[in-house]
């Protein structure tokens, strides 16, 4: 009787395992691309450099009004654009290049 028993769970473990197996692999789908998007152009190939007085434009106004470059020195623009840059969010770059405007037109 325990054979028969051993033998019925051993069946039914292996159809288990097979229909298992079976069903997982009919459901998979082979994926095939019918969109064919054509891509002329990167949009890298039209992304324009922004100067630093634009993003001071940009940025600097969001806030409040964008402070004229005359209004600090050299020294204290280095300070208020860290101070900004951790308010505004800036990249190195952005903050670099705002500060490069700042600087040279005060
Ligand atoms: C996210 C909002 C925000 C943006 C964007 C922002 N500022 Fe400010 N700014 C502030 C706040 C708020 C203050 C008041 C001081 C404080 O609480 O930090 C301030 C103060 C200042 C001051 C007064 C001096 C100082 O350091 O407190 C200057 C100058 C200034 N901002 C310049 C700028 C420039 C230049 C930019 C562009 C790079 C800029 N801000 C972008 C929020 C902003």
Known sequence: MKTLYKILAVTTMILTLGVTIVSCSSTKKVYTDTTDVVI?????????????????????????????????????????????????????????KITEFLTSAN
Not at 48 to 69: D, F, L, V
């Open 40 to 96: 002329t152009s990167t949009d890298e190939e039209f992304k324009m450099e922004k100067s630093g007085a634009q993003y001071w434009g940009e940025t600097c106004n969001r806030c409040h009004i964008a402070p004229s470059p005359a209004s600090y020195n050299d020294t204290d623009w280095d300070t208020v654009s860290l101070h900004m840059r951790v308010r505004a969010n800036l990249t190195e770059k952005e903050i670099n």
